[in-house]
T-cell receptor, first 112, second 112 residues
């Protein structure tokens, strides 16, 4: 059984650019959540997708958006990148809402 | 929102020692997970334990939901146990998302 995968592993962008990060959920999982982890901090919840619909988000501005596809894979899009967006972005999938979440290896984004 | 406090923030032990990590949370939860984050950033699931006690090899965990705390026990520590340990919680009440709220982590160093 394949676990959660994310791509790319590393990414460097400049301020003002846009970025798309990708996540493939674990087989049989229909719920995907995205988290941002700044250096030295715990991960912070960005938003969650359930059956292709966003069903809740944390304290992140609208320039953070996403999609979930029919195969339950997901994208995180960030527009108008800021220096503070530099972080490790983690994707997690779960079999249903309110279940154990399983994390991918993350994408490390650097904004210059 | 729910607040999560982990203690101690840092812990340095000799190989073979035992340790107890604590997680306090401010409100009722129906999801509590313990993770170990390796040096590459991967969050490894240790326990899904909204209540009760579980054991897995040298690791065990106990959550007392009524008193709003959880404990992670590591016995006979090995150098490979080094890393950051996170506690994360959520409360799903039938609508919206169940994004996890993380503590700041306990940074554990096991010296040979």
């Amino acid at each position: 059984e394949t676990g959660v995968t994310q791509s790319p592993t590393h990414l460097i962008k400049t301020r003002g650019q846009q970025v798309t990060l990708r996540c493939s959920s674990q087989s049989g999982h229909n719920t995907v959540s995205w988290y941002q982890q700044a250096l030295g901090q715990g991960p912070q919840f960005i938003f969650q997708y359930y059956r292709e619909e966003e069903n809740g988000r944390g304290n992140f501005p609208p320039r953070f958006s996403g999609l979930q596809f029919p195969n339950y894979s997901s994208e995180l899009n960030v527009n108008a990148l800021e220096l503070d967006d530099s972080a490790l972005y983690l994707c997690a999938s779960s079999p249903q809402i309110a279940n154990e979440q399983f994390f991918g290896p993350g994408t490390r984004l650097t904004v210059l | 929102g729910i607040q999560v406090e982990q203690s101690p923030p840092d812990l340095i032990l000799q190989e073979g020692a035992n340790s107890t990590l604590r997680c306090n949370f401010s409100d009722s939860v129906n999801n509590l997970q313990w993770f170990h984050q390796n040096p590459w950033g991967q969050l490894i699931n240790l326990f899904y334990i909204p209540s009760g006690t579980k054991q897995n090899g040298r690791l065990s965990a106990t959550t007392v939901a009524t008193e709003r705390y959880s404990l992670l026990y590591i016995s006979s520590s090995q150098t490979t146990d080094s890393g950051v340990y996170f506690c994360a919680v959520s409360m799903y009440s039938g609508g919206g998302a169940d994004g996890l709220t993380f503590g700041k982590g306990t940074h554990l160093i096991i010296q040979p």
